[in-house]
């Protein structure tokens, strides 16, 4: 067996993390990390200062806003951007890499549950699992990584009773996460930590103190079938990284495997 490490990062801007995001993969080492919000047109990606580091990225990005992109140690294989009819190339890309198939998403927020874009994102969610019941089963190796915008449960946000309305934690959003999953995905991290709270992968630049007092959210994930579930040896949340200077507001989630 081998191992296999595979990491997610919404960065909040591909170009003002590059130095940070370098020295991670330095440090780490990944086989692949998934990029989101990466907010740079294709011609500005960094792609160059990745290759000079050793790295190979594929990426679709639109000026300030989106963006995703996937940064390997092995050139990805079948890139694809967006759904099957092209749509939302900046929020969607998929690969083969490893022989795994990485769907690495940016869902969209929602802005709030009055707005029409919650309906969006409920229906964005719903064509992931149109996505995979069209060319995948339960029994491939598939790895579904992103920002996906969603607390799936109490234990995943600091403050579920009042945030019980916000478009990443309300009720509907996370029964459509759930109806996702139920295609035959597993939560990565809770595979490994059922039921420990405070493991959260987001923090409001807003909030005051936010990692020392707790006020995290975890809506970035790392979802696969159960043959690579089996596999995994350790899932981990470098919140070091949302301590360094000018960081993202997101940080890195990592999952190791024995392939």
């Known amino acids: 067996m ?22 991670w993969l330095e440090r780490v080492q990944p086989d692949v990390l998934g990029v989101q919000e990466t907010k740079a047109q294709d011609d500005d990606f960094p792609r160059d200062a990745l290759a000079e580091a ?29 759904f099957d009819d092209g749509s939302d190339p900046t929020r969607l890309v998929r690969a083969v890499v490893r022989g795994i198939q990485v769907i690495n998403s940016y869902v969209p927020q929602g802005k709030s549950i009055e707005h029409a874009d919650y309906q969006v994102k409920l229906a964005w969610l719903g064509r992931i699992r149109e996505l995979l019941e069209a060319h ?3 029994q491939d190796p598939i790895l579904w990584m992103g920002d996906l915008n969603v607390a799936p ?14 478009v990443d934690f309300h009720i509907d959003v996370r029964e459509k996460l759930a109806e996702v999953c139920s295609w035959g995905l597993v939560d990565l991290l809770r595979h490994h930590h059922p039921d420990e709270p405070g493991h959260y992968t987001y ?54 495997f024995d392939l």
């Open 136 to 138: 995948h089963t339960p």
């Open 54 to 82: 050793g790295w190979h990225a594929v990426f679709r990005g639109e000026k300030s806003y989106n963006g995703v992109a996937l940064i390997t140690r092995e050139p990805a294989e079948e890139v694809q951007f967006g």
């Open 203 to 256: 923090w409001d630049y807003r909030a005051r103190n936010p990692i020392p007092e707790g006020k995290g959210w975890r809506i970035d994930h790392l979802m696969v079938t159960p043959p690579l579930a089996e596999r995994s040896t350790k899932v981990w949340i470098d919140v070091e990284a949302r301590l360094a200077e000018r960081p993202s507001d997101h940080t890195f989630l990592v999952g190791e």
């Open 2 to 23: 081998a191992p296999l490490t595979v990491a997610t990062f919404n960065a909040n801007s591909i170009r003002v993390r590059l130095s940070q995001i370098l020295d």
């Open 153 to 166: 449960e109490p234990i995943d946000i600091h403050d579920p009773v009042g945030l019980a309305d916000h």
